[in-house]
């Protein structure tokens, strides 16, 4: 059964740290660009972070360029998003996506990725 797990979300301070970590099952993990992506409330969801199939190629959102990055390990089917500095406009739902579509495409738009993940809040607040 194909699965996209997201986990790693919570409550942090302006300025703090929280790591998400991405868990595939049911896919060959290793031929899909992945991609972080987020939704506020009330908001349209919108691109974080992508990383090509082998790691070598990543694009952020001006947003988060600077304070996230993305990396992935592909012996353990796993992409992880590193977010650094989080500012209170950063809460979100955060949710993880597969595609065979590539990095530019799939960080261009979302309706490029073909599975996802059920999501997980991160909140940034004081």
């Known amino acids: 059964q194909l699965q996209l797990v997201e986990s790693g979300g919570g409550l942090v301070q302006p300025g703090g740290s929280l790591r998400l970590s991405c868990a595939a099952s049911g896919f060959s993990f290793d031929t899909y660009a992945i991609g972080w992506f987020r939704q506020a409330p009330g908001e349209e969801r919108e691109v974080v972070s992508c990383?090509?199939?082998?790691?070598?190629?990543?694009h952020y959102a001006d947003s988060v360029e600077g304070r996230f990055t993305i990396s992935r390990d592909n012996t353990k089917n796993t992409v992880y998003l590193q977010m650094d500095s989080l500012k209170p406009e950063d809460t979100a739902v955060y949710y993880c996506?597969?595609?065979?579509?590539?990095?530019?495409?799939?960080?261009?738009?979302?309706?490029?990725?073909?599975?996802w993940g059920q999501g997980t809040q991160v909140t940034v607040s004081s």
């Open positions: 990383i090509s199939t082998r790691g070598y190629n990543t």
């Open positions: 996506a597969a595609a065979t579509a590539t990095v530019h495409s799939m960080c261009r738009n979302p309706n490029y990725s073909d599975y």
